[in-house]
């Protein structure tokens, strides 16, 4: 398992850009998939983008184009650059991890987005 930890959140005005991370515990260098989902007030969580283990990326439609996903092997680090945000990107964003079949998450980070 693996403990995780999201920071970067934060009120921004639609058009503007944030950049979450997210820490792992341990190395992430032999974990097949990380990634990021969101959960909205009142709604399901969502997947917003996944990298795997070698380099493999896929995001949710309503974020292709503005969102870029990446992690940092030698830092055990995993990114999430967001731009052009809007209103509707507004949730609660979670790091994931996969690793021996168990999937660990993070605390998440608070993203508002003002009209």
């Known amino acids: 398992q693996v403990q995780l930890v999201e920071s970067g959140g934060g009120l921004v005005q639609a058009g503007g850009s944030l950049r979450l991370s997210c820490a792992a515990s341990?190395?992430?260098?032999?974990?097949?998939?990380m990634g990021w989902h969101r959960q909205a007030p009142g709604k399901q969580r969502e997947l917003v983008a996944l990298?795997?283990?070698?380099?493999?990326?896929t995001y949710a439609d309503s974020v292709k184009g503005r969102f870029t996903i990446s992690r940092d092997n030698a830092k055990d680090m995993l990114y999430l650059q967001m731009n052009s945000l809007k209103p509707e990107d507004t949730a609660v964003y979670y790091c994931?991890?996969?690793?021996?079949?168990?999937?660990?998450w993070g605390q998440g980070t608070q993203v508002t987005v003002s009209p």
């Open positions: 994931n991890a996969i690793l021996y079949g168990t999937t660990s």
């Open positions: 341990r190395s992430i260098s032999r974990i097949n998939v």
């Open positions: 990298i795997t283990i070698g380099g493999s990326l």
